[in-house]
């Protein structure tokens, strides 16, 4: 008994021992995830997610151009989490599943199907089709506004206008869909004025504009005025050896100008003109009489070199002194200051003398010294105060020497006392591209769920959720600098993907809005409300493209800097299509980088100007 007790022992235990060499039966492998179709021209590229099986062998891809009809079939290496499928026809929809399997050649049960529609890239330059002015216009009015029309939607962060002669265009203005510009400008055009103006741009896709991108315009012209004389009227005290000059609004027709003068007592003139013909002066061959009252009128007859007569006579009239002046002029205030800086770039230069001065020798013996070659024209604001407005702007950060040599000459023709010379720096103008901060770029489901890692989503998914982006950038080197004023800020984002029916099922436009969110992002941030200002959302694409996308940001930037200490010197965006979700149960999604990503990060690039 005890033999055979101890027989049965030693078999049971073999036959365990059999049992547990056994190997386990085999699973199939998990169901891949996250399979996006990214389509492109006469291609799809296909991504996913990688399954861990240690014993996965390949992929399969199922595809085909009818729903639930897939009959081709891709195969792609245990290591691969892409795949693409070239040899599409462009505007043909396709669809996609996956599936995984494993080295005993179980097959994972299949994705849902994913769909994408390959196209052509748009390869159609952009063109001028239409200005206001028209080119080759004459007789424009002074006050005229610019508008350029293109053929398609521009790529307004690179679009360029230029105009010469030189003129501040003021802020450029789009309508919404980006294929009209116009410009205010800051000042009247000047008359009888031959205006050129270039533009350079891009479209969306990158082609270049072609076609006359030029286009030229004429001023109406202006009566002549006369804007100041010396002596001025109501002048005292003038020496009895005075001449005395007109500055007329415009170049002048000399021997108009000198037939229509006439005074009472009556004044002989030797008449002499500066070179642009827009300062005569009458120079008495004898002294006037002494304590004299004079009136002298420049009559209707005096003509621009265009033939336009004055509108009505000009007169003034002095008191000559009671003795001879020997007394030197000097200068007593300017404008600018001595060493200002931060001066506007087109800073006029003011000079007061110590009493009425010789305009003709007062404005000779003015010289810009740094930089060389300024032009400009002069004003008289009294006899004794000097306006020199340059003819174009000065470069920023230039600093500009300016002098009057003590050649300049009271009306009595006592020279200067000394020469004068100051200098002021203009202001300085720099371009940063500012990186999306990492940790406060995500985006945001409607469910709550917050993603700061990573690349952008934007739309909506399978289950009729949809997902927001968020986009922040720190404004500090703007303040850093003391920046005064802010001339351009752009947005540029990178969309790297674009599943089919994003644009086309969520509204055709992704938006970029104004908001302020914060130092962290939130699942309330989904929801936090538009800032107030103009152009609190503007279109940053319209296209599926993939490549970068910009739009003008200029409104938000000079908000967000204005209110830079509540806003922890932050400019933040909000990105979303006009469509929340139209419950198809697809993936609807524009993905775009972050500042979490190694390439093509977001920025904005933000031109001012500081002193």
């Known amino acids: 008994m005890r033999i055979g007790s101890w027989l049965l022992f030693i078999l049971g235990n073999l036959l365990l021992m059999a049992g547990c060499n056994n190997p386990p039966a085999n699973n199939p492998p998990a169901t891949p995830t996250g399979l996006v179709a990214i389509p492109g021209d006469g291609q799809v590229v296909l991504n996913w997610n990688a399954n861990t099986e240690p014993d996965l062998e390949s992929y399969n891809i199922y595809w085909g151009s009818t729903s639930g009809a897939l009959t081709n079939v891709e195969n792609a290496p245990q290591s691969a989490t892409s795949k693409t499928i070239t040899g599409l026809t462009n505007g043909t929809t396709y669809f996609f599943v996956l599936e995984a399997m494993n080295t005993e050649g179980l097959k994972s049960a299949k ?3 994913v769909a994408a529609t390959p196209f052509e890239p748009d390869r159609t330059p952009p063109q001028i089709v239409s200005t206001v002015p028209a080119n080759g216009a004459t007789l424009v009015a002074l006050d005229s506004n610019l508008q350029i029309n293109f053929s398609e939607t521009m790529d307004v962060g690179i679009v360029t206008v230029t105009i010469a002669p030189s003129l501040d265009l003021g802020d450029p203005t789009w309508n919404p869909d980006n294929t009209q510009l116009s410009f205010d400008p800051a000042t009247n055009l000047a008359s009888e004025t031959t205006y050129t103006v270039t533009v350079e741009g891009k479209d969306p896709a990158g082609n270049a504009l072609t076609g006359s991108k030029t286009f030229s315009f004429t001023t109406e012209g202006s009566p002549p005025s006369v804007l100041s004389t010396a002596p001025a009227d109501g002048d005292t005290n003038i020496p009895v050896n005075t001449d005395i000059t007109f500055s007329f609004s415009e170049a002048m027709d000399r021997a108009s100008v000198e037939g229509a003068f006439s005074s009472s007592p009556a004044i002989t003139c030797a008449w002499s003109w500066s070179s642009d013909s827009k300062l005569a002066t009458c120079n008495p061959p004898a002294n006037l009489n002494f304590n004299t009252n004079y009136t002298v009128t420049m009559g209707t007859g005096a003509k621009d070199q265009a033939g336009n007569s004055m509108m009505a006579a000009y007169s003034f009239s002095f008191l000559t002194a009671s003795a001879p002046d020997t007394t030197k002029p000097t200068v007593i205030t300017h404008v600018p200051e001595q060493a200002a800086i931060g001066v506007a770039s087109d800073q006029w230069i003011e000079v007061t003398f110590s009493e009425p001065m010789d305009k003709a020798s007062t404005q000779a013996a003015f010289q810009i010294t740094n930089p060389p070659g300024v032009t400009g024209t002069f004003f008289w604001l009294a006899s004794n105060r000097m306006l020199f407005r340059p003819s174009s702007r000065f470069a920023y950060g230039t600093t500009v020497n300016w002098q009057v040599t003590d050649a300049a000459k009271d009306l009595a023709g006592n020279t200067l006392a000394a020469t004068v010379n100051r200098n002021f720096r203009v202001i300085r103008e720099k371009t940063v591209d500012l990186v999306s901060q990492s940790g406060l770029d995500g985006y945001v489901f409607n469910t709550g769920s917050v993603q700061t890692s990573g690349g952008l989503m934007v739309g909506d998914t399978f ?80 296209s599926p493209s993939i490549g970068w996308k910009s739009a003008s940001v200029f409104s938000k930037v000079i908000n967000d800097y204005i209110n830079r200490g509540a806003r922890g010197n932050r400019s933040q965006f909000r990105l979303r299509f006009p469509i929340n979700t139209n419950v198809d149960a697809q993936n609807d999604v524009a993905f775009l980088n972050s500042g979490a990503d190694v390439f093509n990060k977001p920025y904005l690039r933000v031109t001012y100007l500081y002193p």
């Not at 970029?512 to 279109?539: C, K, M």
């Open 111 to 113: 994705t849902d199907e």
């Open 463 to 542: 289950s009729n959720t949809y997902i927001r982006g968020f986009l922040s950038f720190d404004l500090s080197p703007l303040v850093a600098d003391g920046a005064t004023s802010i001339s351009a800020a752009t947005l540029y984002v990178y969309q790297y993907a674009v599943t089919t029916g994003a644009y086309t099922d969520l509204g055709g436009s992704l938006l970029a809005e104004s908001v302020n969110y914060g130092s962290s992002l939130d699942a309330a941030d989904f929801e936090t409300p538009l800032l107030t200002h103009s152009n609190n959302s503007i279109t940053l694409s319209t």
